[in-house]
């Protein structure tokens, strides 16, 4: 079955950097575009970038566009995401998820999450 298990996420100062990982499973990881999204607290879930199967694009919703970089190593079947220039309003709980920017919603289908918190 499809797994997803995300990690590195954690506690950090506003303007600090943080990598997150997403080691997937279960599913032929080079075939398919991914996401990743969050779900502030009180809020529905938002997307945050995607990235192609080849990982020859990426697209970033405008709130992290030039914060975030997201990549993926398909020998290894991970997803990354690199946050830097981090703040306040980034804390979430970060989830990656199948599928890209149009398709992540509808297949339902991504990990337990890892907490990003951003404060001093």
């Known amino acids: 079955q499809v797994q997803l298990v995300e990690s590195g996420g954690g506690l950090v100062q506003p303007g600090g950097s943080l990598r997150l990982s997403c080691a997937a499973s279960g599913f032929i990881f080079s075939t398919l575009g991914m996401s990743w999204v969050r779900q502030a607290p009180g809020e529905g879930l938002e997307w945050v970038s995607s990235i192609t199967d080849d990982g020859g694009r990426t697209a970033y919703a405008d709130s992290v566009k030039g914060r975030f970089t997201m990549s993926r190593d398909n020998a290894k079947n991970t997803l990354y995401l690199e946050m830097n220039n981090l703040e306040p309003e980034d804390t979430a709980v970060y989830y990656c998820?199948?599928?890209?920017?149009?398709?992540?919603?509808?297949?339902?289908?991504w990990g337990q999450g890892t907490q990003v918190t951003v404060s001093s």
């Open positions: 998820a199948q599928g890209g920017s149009t398709t992540w919603r509808a297949r339902r289908s």
